[in-house]
């Protein structure tokens, strides 16, 4: 159980181009649901907090307006990098908390590699 | 916020031994404090977690030790073997909020 899927799992796209990645808790609901983002040999930086029906909160230095984050249902987030640029390139992974349990832990996904050229 | 720093950035172990990595963070608020194994290019996987009403947590040959008062915690990893080899980090968070990392900690099991 507990399982979270990302979509697409790479994704190569021109700069100037926007791209959508989506991330959905197979056999949970998740009332809440984050997304990070790691660069090669870093630690994952937490870009948002995503809370089903509400708007994201966004951690310090993150524009809001180039990562949109959109919690539409209990299973499933979307992350839009808009306008991409190649500083954009990134391992982009989401997790998500089961709302169901008392249990802290955050289920992650398998990452979404995007390369912008 | 919450700052986690992590110790050692990189461990270099013989096969069987032991190895132990530390982590201080900055929020007293913070009371769940989980471990994770990340693999090159995959997800981060929990290896274990401990919550702050606990002073450690022992799971085979991983254990977690807490200490509130120091504000520290610290990885233990014993009988060390090559699939041990991956990259470690520790986290710090308040109840289900949101997770500060620590900058990790690459680990290598050598044969």
């Known amino acids: 159980g507990a399982v979270v899927s990302q979509h697409p799992s790479w994704v190569i796209c021109k700069s100037g181009t926007s791209v959508k990645i989506e991330c959905r808790s197979l056999d949970f609901q998740a009332t809440t649901m984050f997304w990070y983002r790691q660069f090669p040999k870093q630690s994952l930086m937490l870009m948002a907090t995503s809370n089903e029906g509400s708007k994201a909160t966004y951690e310090q230095g993150v524009e809001k307006d180039k990562f949109l984050i959109n919690h539409a249902s209990l299973t499933l987030s979307t992350l839009t990098v808009t306008s991409a640029h190649p500083e954009d390139s990134s391992f982009y992974i989401c997790s998500a908390r089961d709302g169901g349990t008392t249990n802290y832990e955050q289920y992650f996904g398998p990452g979404t590699r995007l390369t912008v050229t | 916020g919450e700052n986690v720093e992590q110790h050692p950035s990189t461990l270099s172990v013989q096969e069987g031994d032991s190895a132990v990595i530390k982590c201080t963070y900055s929020?007293?608020?913070?009371?769940?404090f989980p471990w994770y194994k990340q693999e090159l290019g995959k997800r981060p996987q929990l290896i274990i977690d401990i919550r702050s009403n606990v002073g450690e947590k022992k799971d085979q040959r991983i254990a977690v030790t807490l200490n509130k008062t120091a504000k520290h915690f610290s990885l233990h990893i014993t009988e060390t073997q090559p699939e041990d080899s991956a990259v470690y980090f520790c986290a710090a968070g308040v109840n289900d909020y949101k997770l500060s990392f620590g900058a990790g900690t690459t680990v290598t099991v050598r044969a």
């Open positions: 929020d007293s608020a913070s009371n769940y």
